[in-house]
């Protein structure tokens, strides 16, 4: 079982940037995939980012290649979303979700990810 708590949203304006944290808790983490999704008001959430469980496959949406970059920390259970050049259409609530099979790919599915995290608020003014 693994926890994950989402921070670093805010309000940010066109063309900042934000870096968003997902703390995992619980067994597994060091071998799990992870990803980073976003949902808007009224859309289907959307595959934002995706890295495999040693780091070495990390990989983004085409809207967001360029612009964010997604790493991790085994060393301190954390995984990261670095955004930069935002724009008013990356305005969502963001969610961390990892694997629950060791070793895993990274996969852009949300189907394929079992543990999600709350969310956190983004949003960029024009």
């Known amino acids: 079982q693994v926890q994950l708590v989402e921070s670093g949203g805010g309000l940010v304006q066109t063309g900042g940037s934000l870096r968003l944290t997902c703390a995992a ?6 071998t799990s995939a992870m990803g980073w999704f976003r949902q808007a008001p009224g859309k289907e959430r959307e595959f934002v980012a995706a890295i495999g469980w040693t780091g070495g496959r990390a990989y983004g949406a085409d809207s967001v290649k360029g612009r964010f970059t997604i790493c991790r920390d085994n060393t301190k259970n954390t995984i990261y979303l670095q955004m930069n050049s935002l724009k008013p259409e990356d305005t969502a609530v963001y969610y961390c979700a990892a694997r629950r099979n060791s070793y895993s790919y990274a996969s852009s599915r949300a189907d394929e990810y079992d543990y999600w995290g ?5 949003t960029v003014s024009s």
């Open 25 to 30: 808790s619980g067994r597994g983490f060091s």
């Open 118 to 122: 709350q969310g956190t608020q983004v």
